[in-house]
Nanobody
Framework: QVQLVESGGGLVQPGGSLRLSCAAS????????MGWYRQAPGKERELVAGITRGGSTDYADSVKGRFTISRDDAKNTVFLQMNSLKPEDTGVYYC??????????????WGQGTQVTVSS
């Protein structure tokens, strides 16, 4: 069993910053890819940023230059630093991890989501 605990969401004014964290625990042998997705009201869930175990990153065009994804493998944690936030960044942000279980299987797991609201 795996748990993903997300934190750091909230209400922020346009131009402000937030830092999201997602800590994984449970039956995890090793985490491979980690990512953040978001879902705005009435829209489909979309990839915001991803990071491989080797540290390669990928970003949605809309957040390039403003958001930074990073990870701490010692703590099984992924972070998303969000700067220069815009109202269109509003949505529920979900953490996602690809991992190998203690029994050797490859699995994928979603966090419960954390609300980010950018508004004046």
């Amino acid at each position: 069993q795996v748990q993903l605990v997300e934190s750091g969401g909230g209400l922020v004014q346009p131009g402000g910053s937030l830092r999201l964290s997602c800590a994984a625990s449970g039956s995890i042998f090793r985490i491979n890819g980690m990512g953040w997705y978001r879902q705005a009201p009435g829209k489909e869930r979309e990839l915001v940023a991803g990071i491989t175990r080797g540290g390669s990153t990928d970003y949605a065009d809309s957040v390039k230059g403003r958001f930074t994804i990073s990870r701490d493998d010692a703590k099984n944690t992924v972070f998303l630093q969000m700067n220069s936030l815009k109202p269109e960044d509003t949505g529920v942000y979900y953490c996602n991890v690809d991992y190998r279980t203690n029994s050797g299987h490859i699995a994928n797991y979603w966090g419960q989501g954390t609300q980010v609201t950018v508004s004046s």
